[in-house]
């Protein structure tokens, strides 16, 4: 079975860092590109990144562009979040996708994890 297992979230301040962490397994990790939605509180799930398969490339919301890097390690089948000069608007529960070929990746997934929590405090 698909199973993606988000990690290292956390209650941080302003300004803070934080690098969530995606364990992927049940599929071939480097036939997929990956991404991370989140959903703030009361609101409705927002894409936040994109990595592809085999390259790397990434993509970012413009909300996020240039304070979160996204990266993988293909030989650990893990996907990773490094989130820099958090802000209170970025809490939020933050989910890892897995990004079939046919997927527009700002809006489409085949599956998503459980989630985990990142409360950034002012």
């Known amino acids: 079975d698909v199973q993606l297992v988000e990690s290292g979230g956390g209650m941080v301040q302003s300004g803070g860092s934080l690098r969530l962490s995606c364990a992927a397994s049940?599929?071939?990790?480097?036939?997929?590109?990956m991404g991370w939605f989140r959903q703030p509180p009361g609101k409705t799930p927002e894409w936040v990144s994109y990595?592809?398969?085999?390259?790397?490339?990434?993509d970012y919301a413009d909300s996020v562009q240039g304070r979160f890097t996204a990266s993988r390690d293909n030989a650990r089948n893990t996907m990773y979040l490094q989130m820099n000069d958090l802000k209170p608007e970025d809490t939020a529960r933050y989910y890892c996708?897995?990004?079939?070929?046919?997927?527009?990746?700002?809006?489409?997934?085949?599956?998503w994890g459980q989630g985990t929590q990142v409360t950034v405090q002012s």
């Open positions: 996708t897995r990004v079939p070929s046919w997927a527009n990746y700002k809006y489409e997934y085949d599956r």
């Open positions: 990595i592809q398969a085999g390259a790397g490339l990434t």
């Open positions: 049940g599929f071939t990790f480097t036939d997929y590109a």
